[in-house]
């Protein structure tokens, strides 16, 4: 069974840094990988969706790298800043028909970025 | 640009209740998801539609049932609530399986 932990599960930082968030999954049979983001008491928002051929997507200030192999995805936030602040998401769909409508989620980590 | 719409936003339901969680989408999507987030336990898939006319179980389906009413709306229905299902649903959609997947703002339950 697919596993997705994320590391660490909240992070601090003060405005203008850059930071990554750590993805891990136990099984790389995957058909994609994707990142979002949750605002306290709002549903998730889509970030960046990288397939399993992909090794990097960046948008904006967000760059996410995959790889497979290791079964690790980082996202990394450049020069951070206040609104970034909410729970960010990883969750892969395995390659598996059974399982290709399932999203597997990690625990999330919950980013505030200070001021 | 409405996206993924669900209703009620809170509900309070005594145990043995029924009532059903509304969604629809306006994307023109092929696929849609019933999603539960409780804490320590992440996301949990309760049911999907990989398309109009077909549902399929997902990860934790016990004690819900889901109608595909038409290929934009998916409603989630609880015909007997227990307090385990105390918890907030998410709807979702997407294309089809694999592509990016637009979430609802969530409905929050309370079975007591």
């Known amino acids: 069974k697919q596993e997705v932990t994320q590391i660490p599960a909240a992070l601090s930082v003060p405005e203008g840094e850059n930071l990554v968030l750590n993805c891990s999954f136990t099984d790389s049979a995957i058909y994609n990988l994707q990142w979002f983001r949750q605002d306290p008491g709002k549903g998730l928002t889509s970030l960046l969706l990288?397939?399993?051929?992909?090794r990097e997507q960046t948008s904006g200030r967000l760059n996410a790298s995959l790889d497979k192999s290791s079964g690790r995805s980082t996202l990394y936030i450049a020069a951070s800043q206040p609104g970034d602040s909410a729970t960010y998401l990883c969750a892969v769909i395995g390659l598996s028909k059974n399982a290709g409508n399932m999203l597997t989620f990690g625990g999330g980590t919950r980013l505030m970025v200070k001021p | 640009n409405a996206g993924v719409t669900q209703t009620p936003k809170f509900q309070v339901l005594k145990t043995g209740q029924s009532m059903t969680l509304q969604c629809a989408q306006d994307m023109n999507h092929n696929s849609m998801y019933w999603y539960r987030q409780d804490p320590g336990m992440g996301l949990r898939l309760i049911y999907y539609?990989?398309?109009?006319?077909?549902?399929d179980k997902g990860e934790v389906p016990n004690g819900y049932n889901v109608s595909r009413l038409n290929k934009r709306e998916f409603s989630l229905r609880l015909e007997s609530a227990a307090p385990s299902q105390t918890s907030v649903y998410f709807c979702a959609s997407s294309q089809s399986s694999g592509n990016t997947i637009y979430f609802g703002e969530g409905s929050w339950l309370t079975v007591v």
């Open positions: 990288i397939q399993s051929s992909q």
């Open positions: 539609s990989a398309s109009e006319g077909t549902t």
